[in-house]
């Protein structure tokens, strides 16, 4: 351990001296000063600077390679912006803070998609709902039109008309799925297929009756059908469906399955087949297998590699597939086509120690943009053109330099029962001369079944800003470490996942790396459950925890579940296989629930959750702050306004980092 401490020392000051002598993009004023002359900066200065979202977001190419789209967003403005290569300058711009854009393609050279989401209330239903829809830009006139409104011959009170499964050969049209009533008293509407028309996308064409239950389709990039997925919750029957030839369809796949758990997700590029995920019984991985459209025989080997993690397909808008993205801390590619594969490991290899995203590529692959995350970068977009150098684009983050980019480490530990637990490890700047002792943050990610990478992460950033040391553990349930890593979180919420949890903080304190004495632990989603059960369980530990959007009562989460989706919902399932092992009680999940074990807690407690959180219900929260209060616990509530799950706005986002860092700082100082 002491070699351990020696090493990384030496690796802390190498990774912050290099980080320090790239500064292209600095910041201005005394944030930059702060930085430079490595001391801690100050609460405003760092809530100012990583609390915002990325000013630069969604980095796009059109298909000749002419124009850039992109997403700015400022404390003033929220834009999309198309913006000539040639020309150095700007084609149009649309304001988008009303609908919030997650996603933007170029149809052509003049249209670009947008898909948004909005919280909103929807007329006749109770409570707020998450709305996606899809926007089309005229890049020659900069006109902005909705393609798909309910009751526009669709069905009012839908949630998800952002869907586009497909385009016409020509782009005039695009399809995509809606569900479409035969009379105002049908309460159990047909979610058909929809063709818009890009020029006059009011009044769409049913050209696909669906059922009920289905649940996606699949076409061929020129208008034509190649599949119709049904997946009916009530008798647990998964099919793929196919056009016969005579205007009927046939079933080529058939499966009851309590989990929705055959993922269909794309079409390969011969068309004759669909790729979905699933898991390999041969290597107990998942991996991306093929269905064959002729007769739904599925292949027995997994596309890729058998190996590793798989994280992702890259697909386009007619989710065609042309590659496979591997998880782990850093993300790798396998491309189906090897000329495709040639392009990608050439800009790979140019940031061998980087986080490199592949954002979106030209149809003939002769244009690609990345973005370079990690080291001494906030996220940096570039363009690569077949025969050219790289160019610069712009960074994600204009505020943040690459003096202000704390170092990270890996080192991985073994838990108690001898499980390795990869960890990242981010190191306050300020400390790099003698980063020993440190107060330190541990901070579980979120699912559980996620990971954290070597991507910019603006949180475990802003608090090594603080001069706080930042530990996160990718504990046992997480993915990207193999199907053993993951299996073994199973059934293990509040228990050997936490223990992993405690594990770490034991492991470096008694390594002489964070000062046991000044530990909190902060988490958002799962990761605000392992920060109050860890209050809760092992309340020794931990000097204050905080809790963003976290699950604190098990059964009260699955029965909003059930009351949402039904008891036999597959998410539901899911849930349920994922908490406990087997069989269960209610007294079962109470053992594993903050809620019930708040009088344990002895460490001062800030909870933190959106008003429009759909997915841990902002009940969890208010019911654990009642009782901490109860049990004469120092317990903080704070409501976030108009906010979701995922604090996806820059005022809530700085709202929460300010009152984390002001909450945890008189647990965290030397003094």
Known sequence: MENYIKTLTRCVQILTVTALTHTANAADGAVQDAASSNEVMSIEQVVSAYGVLPQTQQMRVSPDGSLLAFRKVTAEKDLVVVYSLKENKLVTGVNVGDIDPGYLYFLDDEHLVLVASENMRLAGYRGRHDISSAFVLNVSNGELDQLLRPGDVIAKGQTGLGSIVGTSDNNKYLYMPAYVAESKADRSPDYSLMRVNLESPRRPRQIVKGEPDTRDYFMDGQGNLLAEEIYDNGTNLHEIDVPDGDGGWKTIFSRETALYDYSMMAVTADLKSLVFLDTDESTGREGYFTMSLADGSISQEPIGRSDADVAGLLTDINRIAYGVIYSGFKPSYQMFDPAHQARVDSITEQFPDQHLTLTDWSPDWKRLVFMVQGGASAGTYYLSSEGKKLRYLSSAYGEISDAMVNPTVLHTYKARDGLSIPTILTLPSSRAENPRKMPAVIMPHGGPAAYDSLSFDWMAQALAARGYLVVQPQFRGSVGFGLDHYMAGQGEWGRKMQDDITDAVEYFGNGGLLDPEHVCIVGASYG????????????????????????????????????????????????????????????????????????????????????????????????????????????????????????????????????????????????
């Open 528 to 671: 605000g459950y392992a920060a109050l059960a860890g209050a809760a369980y092992t309340p020794e530990l931990y000097s204050c925890a905080v809790s963003i959007n976290g699950v604190t009562d098990l059964e009260g989460l699955l029965d909003d579940r059930r009351s949402s989706g039904g008891d036999d919902h597959w998410v539901v399932e899911y849930f349920e296989r994922s908490m406990v092992k087997g069989e269960y009680t209610e007294d079962d999940l109470k053992a594993i629930s903050p809620l019930f074990a708040a009088d344990k807690v002895k460490a001062p407690v800030l909870l933190i959750h959106g008003e429009n959180d759909k997915v841990v219900p902002i009940e969890q929260s208010e019911d654990m702050h009642d009782e901490l209060k109860d049990a004469g616990k120092e317990s903080t509530f704070i409501e976030l306004d108009n906010e979701s799950h995922y604090l996806q706005y820059s005022k809530t986002r700085q709202q929460t980092l300010k009152a984390i860092l002001e909450f945890v700082d008189p647990y965290l100082s030397d003094s």
